[in-house]
């Protein structure tokens, strides 16, 4: 979690010297610490902008929206805004060191110390994010009352119960501490009673971690409770550890502890939304589990769940988004990619086995690394050009036996689209050389090789057949056809100049 460190000078709440505006406190100097004593007990979330920004217009009215619904739905959350371009909080603004603006920072109930808001900056996603993230216990009474609550609230993510026979003592206090700093992360619950104890297979007291419902499979165990904990920092390993069944669930605030861990992650991303999809999650889970459980008591992997609406952005940048279901096999910078023509059967069968033979191909070098590419072609030779993508470049460049010409255009930049037409001149030019051609390709629809580097459209590249492995650039700006000519056989200039 990030946080920002700054000190948060007590007032008494005297006269607060700040206005109101569809529910959100607009705030400078000295009234954003009245305001940080007065609602010390709520979540406090502060949007810092500055009118000047370009983002701020679109952002400022989503978020006075969600202050009004949350304001209806009466969640103890109180929003403010800070405008940093206002004297008198030039100086407050400069003790965070906050990316861009507008910016969205949030205190937990009770804390003085600020976290940055990760989550999507939209009205709906505002709201259910921020009333996930207050500070509150579920207390039970009943085992009908905890398993109903468990099956509609806690379906792809676990619940942290703490199991007492009193609210009070050393060991509820640590739980209290622990669930105040982390309802950013984690929902509580509370119960007391021997009866609890009991179905926790607790002695007495202690903590039992109960994984998501809607997760698990015939591999997993329902719970893990545990009652002697040697420090702080023992105890949150063993909920951040254990509250995971062996198919996890990835949302935006945990998604950097999967996508940045040291283990392989192998994401499968459908459409998840729990509420909408919950017999369609259940179904491919039990499939994707039969498949991999084998690894489950190895460290090899580390398997979850993806809503692929939640993470649209993610596979747009990767050109997957075209794929209902597309399974991810994240190492390193390195992607390896299950399609959905692979994973499913024309009939929507899932096909668990695919899975299975995809990781037992990988761990023995057999997959390739997938590249971003648009799809290869029909039509291979466009007027003498070929036509290369991202797939095709290591057979039909890197690979290839002839000197090659590898023009790299976007077709968002009009300028390198219409040197095609004279790129096009110069494969006609050169067309009784069996040992030359020339290829194409939209660099920004697909991955080249690095030594292909990209820093403007158009970009070109002497691709020499006894050295595929170093290219040479075309430098200078002019795209006349003697110069590409030139380019290609420097022989050429002298020829012109013998005509002369
Ligand atoms: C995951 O699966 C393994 C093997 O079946 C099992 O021993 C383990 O308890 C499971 N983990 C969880 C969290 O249920």
Redesign the pocket.
Known sequence: MKTFGFFILVFTAQCMAYTKEMNVYQLEGEAISEFQYEFRDQLRIFCFYSPYAVDTKEFLPKYKNAAATLKLNEAPITLAMIDISRPGNKDFSLKHDVLGYPAVVYYLSGLTEPRLYLGKKETNAMISEFQEMVFDFHDFSTEEEFNSYMTTHRQVQGLVLGVFQDYSGKSYDLFYDFAQKNSDAYKFGRVKGEKWAEKFGLEKEGVAVI?PTLLLTS???PFKSASKFSSKSDFENFIKT?I???ISWVTQRNKDEFFNGPTPLVALYFNADPKMYSSQIKYYINRYADAV?QY??TNKFKFVIVDRESFIEKLEADFLNTDKIVLVLYREEKKYVLRQSQLLTNDNKFLGPAIKEFLEGWEKGKVKKYVRSQPVPSKKIENRVRVVVGDTFEDEVQNSNKNQLVYIYSTSNPKSVEVIKTIEEVAEYFKQEPQFEIVKIDGSLNELPFMFDVSYYPTMYFSPKKRKDIPVRYSGYDYSKQKIIEFINPEEKKKKKEDL
């Open positions: 994984r591999y997993d165990t254990e995971h069944p062996n459980n489950f008591s």
